[in-house]
């Protein structure tokens, strides 16, 4: 997920029982846990009705592969949220 962020790919993962392709934007940890805020691109097949950051509990997450499709950052995400303070372990960069 590390590699992801960094260079801007996109991951594709099962999720709930489901295939998701998702942009990541940000890895942090909640009581211990490791999460993922990103933008989901696809689920099982189909693009989303409208484009939101959401949360991803990195156990969750079953099979994570890095693909070679770039995304650009959200405008919807926002790094300076109160709940990524002092937990962030990595995030994208806007140019």
């Known amino acids: 997920m ?4 960094v260079r801007q790919l996109a991951v594709t993962a099962t ?3 489901g295939t998701v392709t998702i942009a990541p934007h940000i890895l942090y940890t909640r ?3 490791i999460y993922v805020d ?5 689920r099982d097949g ?9 949360t991803f509990k990195m156990d969750g997450l079953g099979a994570p592969t ?5 995304f650009t950052p ?10 990524y303070e002092g937990v962030t ?3 994208v960069e806007r140019s």
Do not use: C, Q, W
């Open 2 to 5: 590390f590699e992801a962020i």
């Open 15 to 17: 999720y709930n029982k």
């Open 31 to 33: 009581h211990g846990e």
């Open 38 to 42: 990103a933008v989901t691109m696809e």
């Open 46 to 54: 189909k693009p989303p009705r409208e484009e939101k950051v959401g």
């Open 66 to 70: 890095l693909t070679d499709t770039r």
């Open 74 to 83: 959200s405008s919807l995400f926002e790094p300076a949220a109160e709940k």
């Open 89 to 91: 372990l990595m995030a």
